[in-house]
């Protein structure tokens, strides 16, 4: 059960619930773990713990695949109602401000919230390593690869000005 009812939340001691998640994330091909603590805070919930995990990734030098090590933060902040109303003018968020809405629901998502956190901590650019040999592939006389799409760029001229 991913899916944890505010209520049970409600009804812990201090209001505060510790949850492990333990599962195979199909979308990263990897068993994530998670240590997790709920607590409510009124018309906030506050999700805060570590998250773990070996996902493969495909370089984007070499294109060969590579263990990366996720070992992440959580911190989450949900509102029990809209915020909508309340905030219904524009305003700039600083660091530590950002609330989930909740919308009125009665469940927390973690599976979600563990799907969106691992996806932002993911690295723009992955490399297998600092000594990521990008030439592997360009070097082997056997592997040529043309992409059609790149034939555009071709025939471009620069014009120099002085």
């Known amino acids: ?20 998640f333990d599962e195979y994330m199909e979308e990263f091909g990897a068993d994530i773990y998670a240590d997790l603590e709920l607590k409510s805070l009124g018309q906030f919930i506050e999700v805060s713990g570590t998250a773990q995990g070996k996902l493969k990734l495909t370089c984007d030098r070499c294109l060969q695949e590579f263990d990366y090590d996720l070992d992440i933060d959580i911190e989450e902040t949900f509102a029990k109602q809209s915020l909508q109303d309340e905030y219904s003018s524009e305003f700039e968020l600083s660091r ?30 992955k490399v297998c390593g600092i000594n990521c040999n990008e030439d592997m592939f360009t070097s082997d006389e056997n592997y040529q690869t043309h992409d059609s799409r790149m034939d555009v760029f071709k025939n471009i001229q620069i014009e120099k000005k002085n």
Do not use: R
């Not at 899916?3 to 812990?12: H, Q």
């Open 1 to 20: 059960m991913t899916k944890i009812l505010i209520e049970d939340i409600e009804k812990e001691p201090n209001k505060t619930m510790f949850y492990e």
């Open 96 to 125: 530590g401000q950002f609330i989930t809405d909740l919308n009125g629901e009665k469940e927390i998502d973690i599976y979600d919230l563990l799907y969106q956190s691992v996806i932002l901590a993911l690295p723009n650019k």
